[in-house]
């Protein structure tokens, strides 16, 4: 609290541009350095006697220098300090030292604006860093998973001696594992799609509540085998937007309600379409989710339920969040009465 106040204090100080700082300091040289040089010859006229031969212009210049050297003394505290501090700061920053901060009693403007900037750019810098080291331990140890059952299936059918039934299972798992190793790979390929705003150019208009119905589809021998009963409810809705980027939206909620769900259980698909908006909503019947882990569950990486761990890379719904984030979209979470949980996806129908 005492370092808020403090920072308000100082913000609460009158400040001045650089500009009007250089102007009045100029002004002040000049009528400081004529002030004092004919105050000089004044009282130089009144105690000497004899006539002074100096040229008034050369005394005026030589007040004036002095003047200047301490006008530059002045500027280089004020003005050149805190900039060469900045240049120190940066070469820092640039080391990968993101604890720097810079702090300032100057009244310029300029000056504490350009402090404020930089240390608000340390701090998204140092919290940029925190995520890109967590994004790459965990894209590391879900990659190293995968590999390393692929290497021992591999191994143990290479020794040979196993049965044919052993055989078919490590082949099953070699499989499964490649398929986790390429939806990793895939899930992490559109991450930087999406970050590097390549969606744009590839708008056009299709049927939403078709491609939700495809996604259903999809899904069939997952939903078949867990014998789940699906409410369908879908208004016709022309939408323009990056289709196949919208289709792993829905996918992924679908896939995750499917997967959550209990043998024999529901899902509930629901679209409905107004001017303004278009409003989707996936829920299942499954054990819910936490209210400590509702505010994690669309981080990457993030997996509420440990038993279904080895069923994906808890990338699922950070990519759809992040998609419908690309896209002016929001997605959010809530409880479905009595068991279970809602998805409800609201996209903008302006286009």
Same mark, same amino acid.
């Given at each position: 609290? $005492?370092? $808020?106040?403090?920072?308000?204090?100082?913000?609460? $100080?009158?400040? +001045?541009?650089?500009?009007?700082?250089?102007?009045?300091?100029?002004?002040?040289?000049?009528?400081?350095?004529?002030?004092?040089?004919?105050?000089?010859?004044?009282e130089l006229s009144g105690l000497i006697p004899i006539e002074i031969r100096v040229h008034p212009a050369v005394i005026l210049l030589a007040f004036s220098a002095i003047v200047g050297i301490?006008?530059?003394?002045?500027?280089?505290?004020?003005? +050149?300090?805190?900039?060469? $501090?900045?240049s120190q700061s940066m070469s820092k920053v640039a080391d990968g030292d993101f604890t720097v901060k810079l702090e300032t009693e100057s009244r310029i403007r300029e000056i504490q604006d350009i402090y404020e900037s930089?240390?608000?750019?340390?701090?998204?810098?140092?919290?940029?860093?925190?995520?890109?080291?967590? +994004?790459i331990s965990n894209?590391?140890?879900? +990659?190293?998973?995968?590999?390393?059952?692929?290497?021992?299936?591999?191994?143990l059918l290479q020794d040979g001696g196993v049965s044919k039934e052993q055989e078919a299972?490590?082949?099953?798992?070699?499989?499964y594992s490649t398929k986790r190793l390429s939806d990793l790979a895939s899930n992490i390929l559109l991450f930087s799609k999406i970050d590097n705003q390549a969606i744009d150019s590839q708008k056009h208009r299709f049927r939403l509540d078709e491609q939700i119905r495809q996604a259903i589809l999809m899904l069939e021998p997952k939903w078949t085998e867990r014998e789940i009963d699906f409410d369908v409810d879908l208004d016709t809705v022309e939408y323009t937007c990056n289709?196949?980027?919208l289709f792993h939206v829905w996918s992924n909620l679908i896939d995750n309600a499917i997967k959550f769900d209990p043998q024999g259980g529901?899902?509930?698909?629901?679209?409905?379409?107004?001017?303004?908006?278009?409003?989707?909503?996936?829920?299942?019947?499954g054990p819910g989710i936490a209210d400590d882990a509702k505010r994690r569950i669309?981080?990457?990486?993030?997996?509420?339920?440990?038993?279904?761990?080895?069923?994906?890379?808890?990338?699922?719904?950070?990519?759809?969040?992040?998609?419908?984030?690309?896209?002016?979209?929001?997605?959010?979470?809530?409880?479905?009465?009595?068991?279970?949980?809602?998805?409800?996806?609201?996209?903008?129908?302006?286009?």
């Open positions: 609290m $005492k370092k $808020k106040s403090g920072e308000k204090k100082r913000r609460g $100080k009158m400040r +001045f541009s650089i500009r009007l700082f250089f102007t009045l300091l100029i002004i002040a040289e000049i009528v400081l350095g004529i002030g004092i040089a004919l105050i000089v010859l004044s301490i006008s530059a003394s002045y500027i280089n505290r004020r003005i +050149f300090s805190p900039i060469l $501090k900045i930089f240390n608000l750019m340390v701090r998204e810098l140092a919290a940029t860093e925190i995520v890109g080291s967590d +994004f894209v590391s140890h879900e +990659f190293k998973t995968p590999i390393n059952a692929i290497e021992g299936y591999t191994t299972e490590y082949i099953e798992k070699i499989i289709e196949s980027l529901y899902v509930g698909i629901k679209m409905r379409a107004d001017d303004a908006s278009v409003t989707v909503t996936v829920e299942d019947s669309f981080d990457k990486f993030y997996q509420s339920d440990s038993s279904h761990k080895d069923e994906g890379s808890g990338l699922g719904l950070a990519l759809v969040r992040r998609i419908l984030t690309a896209v002016g979209g929001t997605v959010t979470v809530s409880d479905r009465d009595p068991t279970g949980s809602v998805f409800t996806v609201t996209l903008p129908r302006a286009e």
